[in-house]
């Protein structure tokens, strides 16, 4: 049973730019998140995707967008990037709908370091 | 953003040795969630609390959700090198307009000594 799969791993990237992260949720997951973490910090929210709508998001700015497609990967896409946008994007994802136990709980994946110069 | 106030920062024990760590916050939430974070991957889900006053063991981990709903704590018994990581508490509230996203505490360094 697969986990969740983000690619690339690592992205260098300079300012200005744009860049697309991708996320394969676990098995039998239909709800994804997105997190940013800085190195030496907690993950923060940025979104959470769900029935390919956008449900919830965290105090990020419109440059950051996502997408859900139907099979229930994800996309975080990020415009116009600052040096402050280099760190770890995490992608999570939750049984939601299933409603039975653990639906809330989320699997993370590796990860994806992006570093913009 | 909002974070929790996790402590210690970080702490540097013997192989053998207890930990305890918790987790406080000024929000109430209705899961309480424990996770580990090695260099280079993403955080692994240790323990999840669903009930306040709950204890939950997972192995020589183990957790309680606080009376108040406001903090946790974490205890690992008997520690290895392995346990060698990152821990990480997160609040979650779930039901009206919240769907469940993860609010982290800043993380507690575990390293052991041999």
């Known amino acids: 049973d697969a986990g969740v799969t983000q690619s690339p791993t690592h992205l260098i990237k300079t300012r200005g730019q744009q860049v697309t992260l991708r996320c394969s949720p676990k098995s039998g997951h239909d709800t994804v998140s997105w997190y940013q973490q800085a190195l030496g910090q907690g993950p923060q929210f940025i979104f959470q995707?769900?029935?390919?709508?956008?449900?919830q998001r965290g105090n990020f700015p419109d440059r950051f967008s996502g997408h859900q497609f139907p099979n229930y990967s994800s996309e975080l896409n990020v415009n116009a990037l600052l040096l402050g946008d280099s760190a770890l994007y995490l992608c999570?994802?939750?049984?939601?709908?299933?409603?039975?136990?653990?639906?809330?709980?989320?699997?993370f994946g590796p990860g994806t370091r992006l570093t913009v110069l | 953003g909002q974070q929790l106030n996790q402590s210690p920062q970080s702490m540097f024990i013997q192989e053998g040795e207890d930990v305890s760590m918790n987790c406080t916050s000024s929000s109430i939430f209705n899961t309480w969630l424990w996770y580990k974070q090695e260099p280079g991957e993403g955080p692994v889900l240790l323990i999840a609390l669903y009930k306040a006053g709950e204890l939950t063991s997972n192995g020589r981990l183990t957790a309680q959700f606080g009376i108040t709903r406001k903090d946790s704590f974490l205890n690992i018994s008997a520690s290895i090198p392995s346990d060698v990581g990152i821990y990480f508490c997160?609040?979650?509230?779930?039901?009206?307009?919240?769907?469940?996203?993860?609010?982290f505490g800043q993380g507690t360094i575990l390293t052991v000594h041999p």
């Open positions: 995707y769900y029935e390919e709508e956008e449900r």
């Open positions: 999570a994802s939750s049984p939601l709908s299933s409603g039975g136990p653990g639906y809330n709980e989320q699997f």
């Open positions: 997160a609040g979650q509230l779930t039901g009206g307009t919240s769907y469940g996203k993860l609010t």
